[in-house]
C-alpha cells in the first residue's frame, strides 16, 4: 500500500484507512484458505512481512510528518493551498497532525472534539466518531459479503490462566514439571499439546485452556477475530505471539489496557465493527458496561491456584485437583458450537440447538437480538419455584439476580407450588418445598443449576447439581483427570 501522496487528494485519509482494514482482512483470509499450516515458507513469509511492515510505518510515518507539517501555517489554520471546504471537521489525526489537511491539533480541539483511538491499528492514530461510525458502515458491508461476523476475544480466564513465579508453590511447580514439561523435553512439539508455558521475561506461567488452538482456528473462519485484555501491551504481544505465531489470525488487532478508552473499563468504540455483528466473550461483565448486550460469559478458568484465591473462591484449582477441561466437552468447544448456532442464525435464519433440533429466527440480523433469542430458549419448558433462596422480607423476589437470569434464561418462576411446576431451587432439603418436589417426584435442584445453565447455553443435567450433602461441580465444563506419574519403585 502506498503512502498517502498529499492529504485532501485522492489517497486521503479514508482511503488509507480502508486500505489498511483491506489488507489485514485480506492476507488473513487468504493464509486461512490456503490450509494455515505453520510450516518453513509460512516462518520466512512472516519474517519478511514483520521487516517489510516495519520499514513501511517507519516511512508512512516520516512520509505522513513531512506532508503535514509542511502544509501547518503559523496561525494553525487552513489555506487556500489546502481544500478548506473538507476541513474542519477533522476526520482524524496522527500524532496530532489532521490526515487530510494537515491541521495541527490545538488544546481546543482536545476539548472540544471526542475522537476514536485507534492506537493498536497504528501509533498516534485517531480518528473522529464520524468516520469511525462511517468506516464502521463500510466494514459491515464488506464483512457481510464475506459471511463473517466479528468476534471480540478476552484473555485472562476466557483463553487462558497466567499466575507469577512467586505464586506458583513448589508443589504446584513440581506438579506442571512432572505433567506438563516432561513432554516438551522429549519434543517441543508436544508444547502446543500441552497448553503450558513458561514466560521467563515476564516471570510467569501461562496455560492455555484446552482446545483454544482448534476454536481459534475454526472460528476465524465465521469471525474477524479481535483481543481485547486490560493487561499491559507486552504481555498482550506475547500472548498472541503464542496463540497466533504466524499472525494470520489478529494481525494488529490487539487491543490492550493502553489502547482502551477507559483503563478499568472495555467498550467496543475502539472497534471498527458495527456493533450490531460483534460477539465479546469475556468472564466478567462488569467490565463492559456499554455492551452487555454482545456478550457471552464465559466460566473463568481457574488452572493456578492463586487464581482461586483471588477471586476468593475455596474449592481447589484444576491445577490443585490435577485435571484440566476436557477437549471434546469443555468450554471452548461447547461456546464453538454456539457462535456457529450465532453466525448460521445470522446469516440463513435458522439453527441447531442444544439438543439437535432445529430452530428458526425470524428477527432482525443483530448478534444482540439472535443472543437473546438463543438464551430464552435455554430453559424453556421449565417452571420453577425457589425455596429460602432469596433473603427474608424481600417483597419482591421477582427483582431477585437469580430470578432475573433464570427468566432470561426462558424458565417460568413462580412463588407458589402447583402441578406445572418441573424444578424447585434450594439449599436445603429439609424445606417444606424441597419435601414436595420429592414427593410429587419434580427436580430438586441447587441454584447452580441455573448458573450452569448461564454458562453452558443449555439446560443442565438435574443430577449433577442435587441439594445433597456432598458438593455440586465446581466447574460447570466437563473436566479430565491430569494426574500425575507414580514415583519409580526403588529396587
Known amino acids: 500500500m502506498s503512502v498517502p501522496s498529499s492529504p485532501g487528494g485522492s489517497e486521503d485519509f479514508a482511503t488509507f484507512l480502508d486500505a489498511e482494514l483491506d489488507s489485514a482482512s485480506s492476507d ?11 510450516n518453513n515458507s509460512d516462518e520466512h513469509y512472516v519474517s519478511q512481512n514483520t521487516k517489510k511492515r516495519k520499514h513501511y510505518e517507519s516511512d508512512l510515518d516520516d512520509s505522513l510528518r513531512h506532508t503535514l507539517s509542511s502544509k501547518v501555517v503559523a496561525d494553525n489554520k487552513c489555506n487556500g493551498n489546502i481544500d478548506a471546504n473538507r476541513c474542519p471537521p477533522h476526520p482524524g489525526y496522527l500524532h496530532g497532525l489532521c490526515i487530510r489537511c494537515g491541521f495541527l491539533k490545538t488544546l481546543d480541539d482536545i476539548i472540544d472534539e471526542r475522537n476514536v483511538a485507534l492506537r493498536y491499528i497504528h501509533a498516534g492514530l485517531e480518528v473522529s466518531n464520524q468516520e469511525a461510525d ?14 463473517k461476523l466479528y468476534l471480540v476475544l478476552d484473555l485472562d480466564h476466557t483463553l487462558l490462566n497466567s499466575a507469577r513465579f512467586i505464586e506458583v508453590t513448589s508443589d504446584e511447580d513440581a506438579y506442571l514439571q512432572a505433567v506438563y514439561m516432561v513432554k516438551e523435553s522429549i519434543s517441543p512439539e508436544l508444547r502446543k499439546e500441552t497448553g503450558l508455558y513458561n514466560l521467563h521475561s515476564l516471570q510467569m506461567w501461562t496455560k492455555l485452556r484446552p482446545f483454544v488452538h482448534d476454536f481459534l482456528k475454526e472460528a476465524s473462519r465465521l469471525f474477524e477475530l479481535h483481543l481485547y485484555t486490560m493487561g499491559e501491551r507486552i504481555y498482550a504481544q506475547t500472548i ?3 496463540l497466533d505465531p504466524l499472525g494470520h489470525l489478529f494481525g494488529s488487532r490487539v487491543i490492550s489496557q493502553g489502547e482502551s478508552t477507559c483503563r478499568t473499563t472495555k467498550d467496543l468504540d475502539v472497534l471498527l465493527g458495527a456493533e450490531s455483528a460483534v460477539i465479546i466473550l469475556d468472564d466478567t461483565e462488569a467490565v463492559w458496561p456499554r455492551n452487555k448486550d454482545n456478550l457471552i460469559l464465559m466460566e473463568r478458568y481457574h488452572f493456578f491456584g492463586s487464581s482461586c484465591k483471588h477471586f476468593g473462591i475455596a474449592s481447589a484449582s484444576l491445577l490443585e485437583a490435577e485435571k484440566d477441561e476436557s477437549e471434546d466437552d469443555g468450554t471452548l468447544a461447547n461456546t464453538l458450537k454456539l457462535l456457529r448456532q450465532i453466525h448460521t442464525a445470522f446469516f440463513d435464519g435458522y439453527y441447531q440447538d442444544a439438543k439437535g433440533g432445529t430452530q ?12 437473546r433469542t438463543i438464551r430464552s430458549r435455554v430453559l424453556a419448558g421449565c417452571v420453577l419455584v425457589f425455596s429460602r433462596i432469596f433473603p427474608t422480607g424481600l417483597s419482591s423476589p421477582e427483582t ?3 430470578w432475573r437470569l433464570a427468566e432470561s434464561l426462558g424458565a417460568i418462576c413462580s412463588n407458589s407450588l402447583n402441578a406445572s411446576v418441573t424444578h424447585v431451587v434450594a439449599v436445603d432439603k429439609g424445606t417444606d418445598k ?12 441447587h441454584p447452580r443449576w441455573v448458573e450452569a445453565a448461564l454458562h453452558t447455553w443449555r439446560q443442565p443435567c438435574e443430577e449433577f447439581y442435587s441439594v445433597s450433602d456432598a458438593p ?3 466447574t460447570f465444563s466437563k473436566t479430565v483427570n491430569k494426574e500425575r506419574p507414580a514415583d519409580p519403585e526403588i529396587t
Not at 462511517?134 to 459471511?147: D, V
Not at 428458526?360 to 443472543?371: A, M, N, P, S, W
Request: glycine share 6%.
Open 134 to 147: 462511517r468506516i464502521r458502515s463500510n466494514e459491515l458491508e464488506k464483512i457481510l459479503l464475506r459471511k
Open 472 to 474: 455440586c461441580l465446581t
Open 434 to 445: 424441597a419435601r414436595w418436589a420429592q414427593e410429587q417426584n419434580r427436580h430438586l435442584v
Open 360 to 371: 428458526t429466527y425470524e428477527g432482525e440480523q443483530d448478534v444482540r437480538k439472535i443472543l
Open 28 to 38: 488473513a483470509q487468504s493464509h486461512l484458505d490456503n490450509g494455515g499450516n505453520a
Open 400 to 402: 431477585h439476580p437469580l
Open 240 to 242: 498472541a505471539q503464542i
